[in-house]
């Protein structure tokens, strides 16, 4: 049985460790969107690993890694948490790299640094928009281009041509030697070169054998470049419907989707944000939720739970399942707050609005429930969970109409609740 596992929210739901849990299971797994943009925390065997690009199925033995066609790939990064896992592991994880997956170069975040246009909305500045704008206007570096030193020198020729041309002015532009560029990228990605190749049929091939297939989401439905808080946004796709394209798979028969929700809502960098939370009681989510970006370390902005862009999001993706993370960040607050509404020009409306502006104008209408003082990190089954506890989850679940299957109450495996 194939499964998948998205986001529900603006990323950082703690899909690293629910890939984590399920991949244990699971005969190949494969990361489909995204780039270095994504931060995972996995805690494996005691050890706390951020990871950016290796999937989750890498901490196993025997278990396939993919890196499909739809990511954008940093293989300096790639690199040095690949030799990370492998060092803690003893071993080296089996890995698959799409010869069609594009690459990020050093002149892509110096692209962002250039036209600003990384810091005018949030992004993490690792060159993700400029790489993917790069292979819409066809003129990416692509990882099957490693396997002909000779092709990849030229277009790498080509390409910093161009953008001597549109920066004149720039020496930074005008410093990039394609020649060195071209050695240092097939020296860093030497170890990986036996593994590119064709991604989409070794994943067909699994799925036709009947393995137990994974996909792993990057970022979250809220920050889907077309159904986002656009353009406060990533640059690919996020959402289930996303997920067929990029593996190059037209019907995966994937049955169980999980949408991964915080038990709160944050957001990492600009854009609208109904639900926030200022002052005090926002920084203390933070501190004690640890909302830090794994990925650039920025603080995320806390805010209550949102169930006019969770319900938005479970339109997009039709989960079957939802795995809620940090409940036990809750504990000790008297009562809980959730969003059941926006209001917008004296109308209340439970549509999430496309438009920026509109939901930059919306203001939540809530429903407050009743909090819990326990401290949930031990508990293991439902019925330890207090009754506010279970009583909050029943309401997500009802609102939502869909059934949560997992609960996490805290960030290491065993803190998992199953429903």
């Not at 206007?137 to 396997?147: E, H, K, P, S, T």
């Not at 041309?165 to 030697?177: K, M």
């Not at 949930?376 to 019925?383: F, H, K, Y």
């Amino acid at each position: 049985m194939a499964t998948a596992v998205l986001g529900m929210q603006w990323g950082d739901e703690g899909k690293g460790k629910i890939t984590h849990l399920l991949a244990r299971d699971a005969a190949m797994v494969v990361r489909f969107n995204g780039g270095p943009n994504a931060g995972h925390t996995v805690i494996d065997r005691g050890v706390k690993f951020g990871t950016h690009q290796v999937p989750a199925g890498a901490f196993y033995p025997g278990t396939v890694s993919v890196l499909a066609s739809g990511m954008v790939i940093d293989m300096r990064v790639l690199r040095e948490e690949y030799d990370a896992i492998s060092a803690h592991l003893g071993s080296r994880p089996e890995i698959i790299i799409a010869e069609n997956a594009h690459l990020i170069l050093p002149y892509h975040p110096l692209l962002e640094e250039l036209e600003g246009s990384g810091k005018a909305i949030g992004t993490t500045r690792r060159g993700i928009g400029p790489a993917y704008r790069d292979r819409a206007a066809r003129v990416g570096i692509r990882a099957g281009d490693l396997l002909a030193p000779d092709r990849l020198r030229a277009r790498l020729a080509r390409r910093i041509e161009l953008l001597v041309r549109s920066w004149p002015d720039a020496p930074a532009v005008s410093a990039l030697d394609p020649e060195k560029m071209a050695t240092e990228l097939i020296e860093v990605a030497a170890p990986f070169l036996p593994s590119i190749g064709d991604a989409a049929g070794a994943i067909r091939a699994a799925l036709a054998r009947g393995e137990e297939g994974l996909f792993e989401g990057a970022q979250g439905t809220l920050l889907d470049v077309d159904f986002g808080t656009y353009p406060y946004v990533t640059s690919s796709s996020t959402t289930f419907a996303g997920l067929p394209g990029a593996i190059g798979v037209p019907n995966p028969q994937i049955a169980r989707r999980i949408g991964v929700a915080k038990a709160y809502t944050t957001r990492v960098g600009a854009g609208p944000f109904p639900t926030e939370i200022a002052g005090k009681l926002g920084e203390e989510l933070q501190k004690k939720g640890g909302e830090f970006g794994v990925t650039t370390g920025r603080p995320r902005r806390c805010g209550w739970l949102d169930l006019v862009g969770l319900r938005h999001a479970v339109a997009l993706n039709d989960p079957t399942a939802l795995a809620i993370t940090k409940l036990d960040v809750l504990s000790g607050l008297d009562e809980i707050k959730v969003c059941r509404a926006y209001r917008i020009d004296g109308e209340e409306t439970t549509r999430f609005p496309l438009s920026v502006e509109d939901l930059s104008r919306c203001t939540p209408v809530y429903e407050t429930l009743s909090g819990w003082r326990e401290n949930l990190r031990s508990v293991r089954s439902p019925d330890g969970l207090p009754r506010a506890a279970r009583d909050y989850l029943e309401f997500i679940s009802d609102a939502l109409g869909v059934p949560i299957g997992i609960v996490s109450v805290g960030p290491a495996p065993e803190e998992t609740i199953a429903l």
